[in-house]
């Protein structure tokens, strides 16, 4: 392994599930790299597939001009291809091999120093493995749309998918209001509720389900019954993807639905509806918000806080600090091994002082 | 009937779906009853509902302050409630009544000289029945989210829908490129395809199915493989809720699906959605955009034309050309009988310029 | 002059001040001659200067790739270098020269079949005298913000600056009835308030002032005492650059400052904003939104209108229509001659429904 | 003093400038009294001006109602009216009395147990007065646009005045662009930067000139020609108000302005325009942001931190923690004696990650 004084050549690559912010932070590599460092720069194409396949491109200031707003990355990425179990047809069979020899192979082949990484917890993981198995000087940056990384305050993402969030309640609401109905908004978060939890206070919602603390789809019915008492007749539910019931209570649905068939029902949020209409009488709708939490233009924060990270990775590179990851420590960029950054899901504190304002605001945190 | 010289009361209720801008027409019929006539007014709740069991409430200038930017309706608004058949539960059946004589009745009681109706075309079909069967005094005020009123060259409410799913369009093309997908995004317009046709020309999309043109899914398909061809591994995919496929077709994917069951299968972009990765093998996934685009603060257009509306109506009210409706002939406001305005969608053209402009800049729409 | 059917290569340039929709129109441009028709395309740089220098590059379909929602133009614009007017330094001094025979010269030097001129009234008046005098086979786009042009329904970017002027107008309504104070914001519209007359009504301002309507100031200090009666202790007034007072009215501001002096005290907006804090003793502010106007992603409309534009201007030089410019007849593109369509400014008519609906809500328009 | 125990009543005050978030404490203080702690709340109207005058109402939980995504404030701000120092016209004098009495006798007239002052600096100082001279129970809310405050990580309103600067910055990016031209921003910030250096990182402006570093506008014209070189025949240069030229610096304009006259050439933003218009012959032009930066809706992030500060300020009045501040000590709210809080502005650190980074993509600061 080398030392960061001796760096000339870096490679960076984009990977998991998209991420507004991604270009800001190649554009910060690219011109830290270039103008701080004189180094220059490869991108690999499509996450870790590129390197196993040695897609790569030469990535000068002029590639970069104009991205810092724009979502996505150039690079473009995918959820596939790790290089310790990838996927293969041999013989006709899909098998599973390690060629993770491939991607020390091309790293050396276009003479690269270091490689900077930027992606979630699950491609983090294959930086730390490929740095504490293949030797290969890895930094990571991280990034998540949920924000369930436990090793920084933020991921870039974050607060664009909140911001998104929040105005697709605001959009539901007045029609909520007029039509005296409840609206369900299913939104990310499958292991960590932080979208549908800020998004749900940002917004003003009436109850919020999230995956920390399972639901008793009983405390949904009463807030939107004691509602109803004081002449609101409509009432709007943020429901995290991963959100789960009480042991025993999907029952309630299956009384309703013979055969109980989740595929048929569709994601949790319709199930939620489907439940508060048949129980309360109310109309209800679900909404499934999608990828529209992926895209689009980053919001302030995380242009800025993508534009840091990727400072302060080369950095890292600079300072030979390999196996590491940049990290917001409020207010400072700081580092911490990979090691301790990832495999490790930050799921909502149920006693933060988050989840008591939702509380004193009057939300149903379905418990 | 009364002329509109000797108006001195009004009532006004909003019917049908939700859209944005319903309250800046409110707003201007409240302010220029008030302000420009010196009238009363009455508000009626919750569309024709309120109008049968007499929920109203009086208006004043003051209910109306700050409501402008706002979407929904402080009148309340429901899809329900006609009341020629007026849905009832007798000795513990369901029936269906004509109770139009206590609509009259409610109108006396208040007092009321004319009465105004914002609505699409059911709301503005019971306005003409009242007009006509009952000799009431009423004015019309064009409503839909879907734009498919033949009488008038817009609705307000459609221009911020067209908004919200072209801004949807725009967030999902950067992840669509970033992951090499396929997205296929179901908008509103069961019958009529403005808003998937606009808002695919204004985002860009590579394919649009609307109702007017059944389509051929192979066409989508030969789209997406030219695209694939010049290495543009991603296509977005724009669809009306209400697009059908040319006959004889769904057999494609029943190919793949034994047992087709379009409940299981989701709406018309979900089906969309699979054929394409079935064909393809391109990763696909569809969002229904659903009631976002009903929604959220009116664009400028939508409370200009909802003021002038507002207006306009309150004008034909005071020259008592009842039986009539408000509309848009570009560049002005002007007035059209209920008779001729209800009953007729307006579907698009097939042979437009907006649908040529669309072909020229390489969509495919299907055939 | 050819006919359009033999027309092989065109050009294109964009002139005048920076406008939402110009990339727009030069996708439209690109795409429909080369996919539609096989022509290939030439792109003149910043406008007219492009054209008389031989500033030019060959635009590709890949070239317009990702523009559609950006602001601003790929080819560059400027408001001077008019061909017939041109300004040079000869001997040290500053001379105008007719050089449009260098513009000729040029359009033959790249083999050019037909030019589209997007431009406002000072482009399109440059164009209409190359095609009159120099026999170019000229076909012109309209734009503008300010929507003055006579011959169209409506110009490209004018929606887009509609709606950020009324996004300013929301912003300060909050920050003006929580300060108890009188907002000013000027807004662009030289010899036309349509930006102001229709931002001032989607915003719910309190005051309008354009050039079409030379205003009272007292008209304007009553409406704010008028409000202060009611206990509305905060007023919005929206001025267009172009307002004037009534004749003498200055007077009132002159007893305030001793010497006049207009730039020192700013634009109009800054006028009319001391006028009324020393007259009603209130806290008053000016804001001068300025080129916020010009910039920025285009709205759904503006992209639609501009792309259909782009594909009917192709389409007139394919029919051989020269001297033509498209334009807007609700809802088709049509075209009308390139000598009707300029020299004449589009007014708002001072007694057109919408300055009723203005009154109705009771909006001050100064008179 | 009283303990929190045996708090019935609390009073609620907004003071300083406009900021959006503030009707988002108010919501979730009120909320967090009645609903959580069966407290009754008085809200005192125009800040210290309604305790000083004894103007305040009820504040219910339908008061609250809608109020969360609002900007403004439903209580009425001033700037002015220090209890300790209040201005009076005496015997046709302007005078300034200490008023302080009338405060201690309004707070028992209500039977008001506690005090909840959202300000800045300015409003908490006069709290922190309150408490330590007159023995009032105060609780502190920190609100500034400039997020200066030097005991908390951030202040709501922040983050939406930092979107809405960077919106404006993208806006003028493609007219700089389209047009080759120099566009200067002026942001707030008298004493600190952080508007400018962090809008001016998220919309990838090419200068920054902030309080924290006087600068040398000559690198400000070698950022410039520096861009010119290399092509690029734009800039952006993003000013806040407070900044300040190197010692002697402005004999550089005033070369070119015979007479040097601040108020004429307006603010900091228009000398700074016309200094590089002079200089470089490029066309340069101004805005001032102004009040557009307190308004509009709050962002989620400032509608999270304005609700778990209320709810943490009710807290801390339960607590009997008086003469304590609620502060965000990332991720977590704590609390400050308010004497820690006020008279200390939190700087730019010129030497910390986020100006490094800022230089990294390569922004000229000035020096």
Known sequence: MISGSKVRRIGVLTGGGDC????????????????????????????????????ARELTVNDVVGILPRGGTILGTTNRDNPFKYQMVIKGEQVFRD??????????????????????????????????????????????????????????????????????????????????????????????????????????????????????????????????????????????????????????????EESFDPIRLGGIGNIVARQIEDETGMESRSIVLGHLQRGGMPTAFDRILATRYGAGAVNLVMEGRFGEMVCLRTPNIESVPLAEAVGEIRMVPIDNDMVHAA?????????
């Open 20 to 55: 507004p912010g991604l270009n800001a932070v190649i554009r910060a590599v690219v011109k830290t790299a270039i103008n701080s460092h004189r180094l220059s720069v490869v991108g690999f194409e499509n996450g870790f597939g590129g390197l196993i396949q040695n897609r």
């Open 99 to 256: 060629v993770s020899d491939r991607v020390v192979e091309n790293i050396n082949i276009h003479g690269i120093d270091a490689l900077i990484i930027i992606g979630g917890d699950g491609s983090l993981s294959i930086g730390k493995e490929l740095y504490e198995e293949k030797g290969l000087p890895v930094v990571g940056v991280p990034k998540t749309i949920d924000n369930d990384l436990s090793a920084t305050d933020q991921t870039f993402g974050f607060d664009t998918a909140l911001n998104t969030a929040t105005e697709a309640i605001d959009k539901l609401h007045t029609t909520a209001e007029s039509h005296h109905r409840v609206m369900v908004l299913e939104v990310m978060g499958r292991y960590a509720g932080w979208i549908a939890l800020q998004s749900g206070i940002a917004g003003g919602a009436d109850a919020i389900l999230i995956p920390e603390i399972p639901y008793s789809i009983e405390k949904v019915y009463e807030k939107i019954y004691s509602r109803r008492d004081v002449g609101k007749m409509f009432s709007i539910v943020v429901v995290a993807e991963g959100a789960k019931p009480l042991g025993g209570e999907m029952t309630v649905l299956r009384r309703v």
């Open 359 to 367: 509380r004193h605001v009057g939300i149903c945190l379905g418990n």
